[in-house]
């Protein structure tokens, strides 16, 4: 078995002496392809000759992680699918491996793009920030009780933020762990919530019972104020704030907004399962278009992709 750069090798050493390219243009599809080496490892792929498609469709994901430009990213994704057509040109690459029927000759790459240029990539934060944000101290705090709660559902679900603060008790099912949203059309769709936002949720629940009167259908309400909003839904803007605060009491060093966990849900989930169709369902996209923006970076089948690939979906153990 070769290394990952074996074969890159090869093809830098047919760029230079058989196609004759300058030596500064193969040594940037060196640089191109350095990166996809050490994605590669990211992904635990010891031989590139193996490559899956659906690993490859993760590189342009992996490639904005590290703050590429649209442009960059598109070269090092042709400079990867060069690679892998002389591979099969030479024979080094099995065709018998099985792919979408619209790929062509094996070749991973084929069909996985970069996003538009024009089109500016949603903005995320990396798995290690997103811990960062949601590790809030709430033993003696409601709001920061509830305030946990809220993040922990953003990112645990990826919920909008109309869609979160539309929540009513009637949407939770803690006993399933779903939530069911109304998302954009009036269109409504259910959603699982991770097992620690699960148990942030439940505490929340269980404090807010003290809070509000019992005719107060919302998940989440306001906890101070004038005194006739005490008690009654909190809004788009309250939530935006808060998230904001968050943002910067727990050191994040940049600014954080809803629609990022959001986008963050949807980055980490996809970067680990590869199910692009999955990622869609939970969004709530109508258009699969939409959700191919974070690749550039039956509901049992979401719910198990969900449980099997969000860092979050886990419960913690009690008394642990």
Partial sequence: ?????????????????E????VNTVNSYRRDLDKLVA?????????LKQMRF????????????LDLSGRSIQRALSAARQLFYFLLGENRVSRDRLFSEQLHASNPFVGVSAPRLERPLPRTLSADQARQLLEIDVSDSDLACRDRAILELFYSSGLRLSELAG?????????????????????????????????????????????????????????????NHKGRRLGRRSIQKRVGYWARKQGLGRSVHPHMLRHSFATHLLESSSDLRAVQELLGHADIKTTQVYTHLDFQHLAKVYDRAHPRARRRKMGG
């Fill in 19 to 22: 196609r004759r390219l300058s």
């Fill in 39 to 47: 994605f590669a490892g990211h992904q635990g792929v010891v031989d």
């Fill in 167 to 227: 929540l009513s008790l009637r949407d939770i099912d803690r006993a399933d762990r779903l939530v069911r949203v109304t998302g954009k059309g009036s269109k409504d769709r259910v959603v699982p919530i991770g097992g620690k936002a699960l148990d942030a949720l439940d505490e929340w629940l269980n404090r807010r019972a003290t809070l509000t009167a019992q005719r107060e259908q919302a998940v989440f309400i306001r906890l101070g104020g004038q005194k």
């Fill in 1 to 17: 078995m070769s290394g990952p750069s074996e074969p890159v090798t090869a093809f830098l050493d047919h760029l230079r002496y």
């Fill in 54 to 65: 659906a690993q490859a469709r993760a590189f342009p994901v992996y490639l904005h992680r």
